[in-house]
C-alpha cells in the first residue's frame, strides 16, 4: 500500500514537500510515479523515479520539483518549488514493476498501486 502526504496550502511562489509511504513492500524496488489531478480535469503525470533512482518529469515542472528516494524510510519525496496556482490539484503516488520501461512510466496505465491522494492548493 501506498500513502501520499504532505499536502496543504500555499501562497505562490512557496514550497511544499510530499511523501510517499510505502507499506507492505520495499519501496526502492519499484518505479515510483507522482501524478496530479485539478478539479474538472484529467489525471496528469508529474513525475518519477525509476528503481534505479534515475529520474523524469513533465516538462512544465522542470527546474521546480525533484523527486527523491529516501530508502531508510521507505518513502519517496516529491519537493516542489516555485509553486504556481495552475499547480493546485490532488495529488498521487503509484508504483509500477521495475520491468516497465521508460516511456511507459509517463502514463497512468503503467502502474498498478496507487496511494490515496493529497490536496495542494496554491493561492493567495
Known amino acids: 500500500q501506498l500513502q501520499a502526504s504532505g499536502g496543504g496550502l500555499v501562497r505562490p511562489g512557496g514550497s511544499l514537500r510530499l511523501s510517499c509511504a510505502a507499506s507492505g513492500r520495499t519501496i526502492s524496488s519499484y518505479n515510483v510515479g507522482w501524478f496530479r489531478q485539478a478539479p474538472g480535469k484529467e489525471r496528469e503525470f508529474v513525475g518519477g523515479?525509476?528503481?534505479?533512482?534515475?529520474?523524469y518529469y513533465k516538462d512544465s515542472v522542470k527546474g521546480r520539483f525533484t523527486i527523491s528516494r529516501n530508502n531508510a524510510e521507505n518513502t519517496v519525496d516529491l519537493q516542489m518549488n516555485s509553486l504556481k496556482p495552475e499547480d493546485t490539484a490532488v495529488y498521487y503516488c503509484?508504483?509500477?514493476?521495475?520491468?516497465?520501461?521508460?516511456?511507459?512510466?509517463?502514463?497512468?496505465?503503467?502502474?498498478?498501486?496507487w496511494g490515496q491522494g493529497t490536496l495542494v492548493t496554491v493561492s493567495s
Open positions: 503509484a508504483a509500477a514493476s521495475k520491468r516497465k520501461i521508460l516511456s511507459s512510466l509517463f502514463t497512468s496505465e503503467a502502474y498498478d498501486d
Open positions: 523515479t525509476r528503481w534505479s533512482s534515475n529520474t
